[in-house]
C-alpha cells in the first residue's frame, strides 16, 4: 500500500492547516489509519487514528480539542484537521495503515508508511 501524504507547509501559531493522505488502493476501507509525528531529536509519536468505519477514534492527549482525524473511503482518503496549531505542533506528520485491530497507539502495529509532510508552527 502506497501513501500520499501532502498539506504540510508553514503557519503561525493559532492558525489551522489540513493533512490529507490518500492511497490508490481500492482496500483502503479494510485499514485502521493513523497519524503521527516526528519532530527533531524525538521519536515518533501518535498523534491521532481512526478505525475502519471512523466510528472509533483516538486521539493523543496533547492534540485532543485542536485536532480532528476523519475519512473519506470512497476516495480512500484520511484527513487530519489542525487548529489552534503551536510551536510545539512543530514536525514531520506521517500518515499510516495498519491491517491490526488492536491498538492504535504504538507505530509498531502499523503496516505502510506514507512519506511524511513537515508542517513548521511559528511562534
Known amino acids: 500500500v502506497q501513501l500520499q501524504a501532502s498539506g504540510g507547509g508553514l503557519v503561525q501559531a493559532g492558525g489551522s492547516l489540513r493533512l490529507s493522505c490518500s492511497t490508490s488502493?481500492?482496500?483502503?476501507?479494510?485499514?485502521?489509519m493513523g497519524w503521527f509525528r516526528q519532530a527533531p531529536r524525538r521519536g515518533r509519536e501518535f498523534v491521532a487514528g481512526?478505525?475502519?468505519?471512523?466510528?472509533?477514534?483516538k486521539y493523543a492527549e496533547s492534540v485532543k480539542g485542536r485536532f480532528t482525524v476523519s475519512r473519506d473511503n470512497s476516495k480512500n482518503t484520511v484527513y487530519l484537521q489542525m487548529n489552534s496549531l503551536k510551536p510545539e505542533d512543530t514536525a514531520v506528520y506521517y500518515c499510516?495503515?495498519?491491517?491490526?485491530?488492536?491498538?492504535?497507539?504504538?507505530?509498531?502495529?502499523?503496516?505502510?508508511w506514507g512519506q511524511g509532510t513537515l508542517v513548521t508552527v511559528s511562534s
Open positions: 488502493r481500492s482496500a483502503f476501507s479494510r485499514y485502521v
Open positions: 499510516a495503515a495498519s491491517r491490526s485491530l488492536g491498538p492504535m497507539y504504538p507505530p509498531v502495529q502499523y503496516d505502510y
Open positions: 481512526i478505525n475502519r468505519s471512523g466510528g472509533n477514534i
